[in-house]
């Protein structure tokens, strides 16, 4: 990320912030380059092959529907018209580009050329899409990067403020005293830079958004997906509290939560579906 870590800087016999120590940021480096190698590696979610929606009272059994199927199938020894059965289909779209159907919340992304389940944005600091399978791990990229460069900071400080007080009596190299500057101004700005995107996704969490979404969860009167702030956070970090915050799935919130996944998504039962629809 640029910074320059304390246990990674040495000089000679000088000592100071270059000198090789026990790293007490080991844990947030080691955990910032495994979350990092899962948010790169990680498929963010792509659409199965002639995807179907799955019906919301079919979940459970596994039983999928076309949309000609869930038409003839509702409309078949009822008064309802075929009209009045398709505002209850599941809200599905349908991809041009991909010439596929789309479940809800997924999008086309222009410079992966594919659609990405439940996309919030394509990432070019880890050339990948961000999506429903690989959410978790960029947020623990990003927070596990915040702490490291905080920590750098933190210890630098003391060295960029007394390097000030030896450059007046020319008592240190301008070598060194570039570096420490410069490893100071980087981390900081790191920091100060990764706080305003901690705030912005923390706010997406707790509304159960993504990036893409916010504009259209505007224009809403109520956020359809919004299932409050303690469901919403499980969707994306799961139920394990011990997992939380390492880059990694129980076997069980794999299995049991379906927004994991980025084909199903719960909804609030206060909103209707049909209404929800523009």
Same mark, same amino acid.
């Given at each position: ?7 990674? +800087? ?19 480096? @080691? ?23 799955? +019906? ?28 009045? &059965?398709?505002?209850r289909r ?33 990432? $070019?600091? &880890? ?23 905080? +920590? ?8 960029? $403020? ?14 060194? +005293?570039? $570096? ?9 700005a790191?920091?100060l830079?990764?706080i ?15 990036? @893409? ?18 469901k ?13 915050? &390492? ?9 049991? $939560?379906?927004?994991?996944?980025g ?16």
């Open positions: 990320m640029g910074q320059v870590p304390q246990g990674l +800087l040495f000089t000679g016999s000088g000592g100071g912030p270059w000198a090789l120590t026990n790293r007490s940021d080991l844990d947030p480096l @080691i955990f910032l380059t495994w979350s990092y190698f899962m948010v790169v590696f990680n498929d963010p979610g792509s659409v199965p092959e002639n995807w179907e929606p799955m +019906l919301e009272e079919n979940l459970e059994t596994g039983d999928s529907l076309s949309l000609p199927e869930y038409v003839g199938t509702e409309t078949r020894g009822s008064t309802r018209s075929p009209s009045e &059965v398709m505002e599941p809200d599905v779209g349908f991809c041009s580009r991909c010439q596929n159907s789309k479940p809800p919340r997924c999008h086309h992304c222009s410079v992966c050329q594919r659609c990405v389940l439940k996309m919030d944005h394509h990432c $070019i600091w &880890v050339v990948n899409c961000v999506g429903a399978c690989n959410y978790k791990f960029f947020l623990l990229f990003l927070i596990y990067t915040f702490l490291e460069t905080t +920590l750098d900071t933190v210890t630098l400080l003391p060295h960029f $403020i007394k390097f000030f007080g030896e450059a007046k009596t020319h008592s240190i190299s301008p070598g060194n +005293l570039a $570096i420490t500057v410069l490893a100071f101004v980087i981390n900081l790191f920091a830079s990764l305003c995107f901690l705030v912005m996704h923390a706010s997406l969490i707790s509304s159960n958004t993504t990036s @893409i979404e916010v504009h259209e969860k505007n224009r809403a009167v109520r956020w359809k997906y919004d299932l409050g702030r303690k919403n956070f499980e969707q994306v970090f799961g139920t394990n509290k011990a997992l939380w915050f &390492v880059p990694m799935f129980s076997k069980e919130d794999i299995a049991n $939560i379906s927004a994991l996944s084909l199903h998504f719960p909804t609030r039962s206060d909103i209707e579906t049909g209404s929800s629809r523009s």
